[in-house]
């Protein structure tokens, strides 16, 4: 269906699989919108998402150098919105994201990862934001997302020098949780997926909303956000189910209503 994608559905979690292997999965318009389909039509019954790039050298080594080199202002702008805008979407989408980082996470590639809810990583993952030395910025959020995941000062160090980190220095600085041994990767982004999904689904949504809100509210606001949405769960059949089974001494069975 896809040239550029691999959608594969492991009971709730869906694995989608960027393969543009000729370019070490870089992502071309063409890659982006096809992505951007995908996260339309997750298959049903989706409640989780892992992202990887294919093989064992790459998860993505940016935004297509090709496609870009001969673009004017607006195409620039274009080309930053139309990434920009599915990273968002990876952002916001109501379903936790693992991004599972098997190689080179350069440029776009880290800004990917970045959008995402949470980052694993091979031990032969490679992160940097080396635009600067092509000319450019970050044009898929990264300024905004490095610079709140290892605070301002890493953020400027990674960007202003281009120079890429290795997976332990990504863990030690914390933008990633956890380091595997390349064969272990995906299974341990599937695994953690799949411990996520046995919690309620509404409850795991309702909880990435008001992480990702609260962090750009201030104090008092933060706290109104949560406590309307923490109301809010108990308008749901999962609170009922979740605390119902609890006290009967059971395992619960949500159905994300
Ligand atoms: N774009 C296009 N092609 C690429 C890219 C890329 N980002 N990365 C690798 N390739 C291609 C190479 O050109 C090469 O193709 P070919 O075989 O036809 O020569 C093939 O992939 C294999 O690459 P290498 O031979 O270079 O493999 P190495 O193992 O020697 O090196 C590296 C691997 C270190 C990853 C190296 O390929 C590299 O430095 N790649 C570029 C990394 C980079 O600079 N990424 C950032 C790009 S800019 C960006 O992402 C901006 C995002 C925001 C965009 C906003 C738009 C306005």
Redesign the pocket.
Known sequence: MYNYIKIEQKQAVTVLTISAP???N???STVLGEMDDALSHLPEGTRALVITGDGE??FV????????AN?NEEQ??A??KK??DVFRRIETMPIPVIAAVNG?A????C?LAMACDIRICSTNA?F????V??G?????S?TYRLAKLVGMGMAKQLIFTGK?IKADEALRIGLVNAVYEQPELLNAAVQMAESICANAPLAVAYAKECINKEYDLKADDAVAYENKMFGRCFATEDQKNGMKAFLNKEKPAFNGK
Request: proline residues 7%.
């Open positions: 000729k370019s070490l870089a992502l071309n050298k790459s080594a940016g935004a297509d150098i090709s496609e870009m673009l620039g702008f080309f930053g990434g920009a080179f350069l440029g776009g590639g800004e490679k940097g934001q080396p635009e030395g092509l450019i910025i970050p044009g898929f990264g890429p």
